[in-house]
């Protein structure tokens, strides 16, 4: 029903920026709420971000101030602006739908969300 992919992830310097995307294909209107996360060698996926339909946001404390999701509907593309980017922030990234009815419990819980993407790697070196 819905296919997400994710680009835009490569080597930036630590300051440095990136923008990842995560196009859907499909039936995407019918999802309401686009979340992104990531995840480190040896770490837990981590809920970075998510948006719904109606715009309201959610960034975890340690990208609050750096990052900016956003979305194009006409495009099917939902965007992950990294800004000031540290070295922490690498990892993979992955972006992924639901259709539920929002709630902050639970927009960066994994259950929550019914498709991901194949996601992207995002390296922070000097």
């Known amino acids: 029903q819905l296919q997400l992919v994710e680009s835009g992830g490569g080597l930036v310097q630590p300051g440095g920026s990136l923008r990842l995307s995560c196009v859907a294909s499909g039936q995407y209107s019918d999802y309401v709420v686009i979340g992104w996360f990531r995840q480190a060698p040896g770490k837990e996926r981590e809920g970075v971000s998510c948006?719904?339909?109606?715009?309201?946001?959610q960034y975890v404390e340690s990208v609050k101030g750096r990052f900016t999701v956003s979305r194009d509907n006409a495009k099917k593309t939902v965007y992950l602006e990294i800004n000031n980017a540290k070295f922490e922030d690498s990892a993979v990234y992955y972006c992924?739908?639901?259709?539920?009815?929002?709630?902050?419990?639970?927009?960066?819980?994994?259950?929550?969300?019914?498709?991901w993407g194949q996601g992207t790697q995002v390296t922070v070196s000097s």
């Open positions: 948006l719904t339909t109606r715009g309201y946001t």
């Open positions: 992924a739908a639901s259709s539920r009815v929002y709630s902050p419990d639970y927009g960066a819980s994994e259950s929550f969300y019914y498709y």
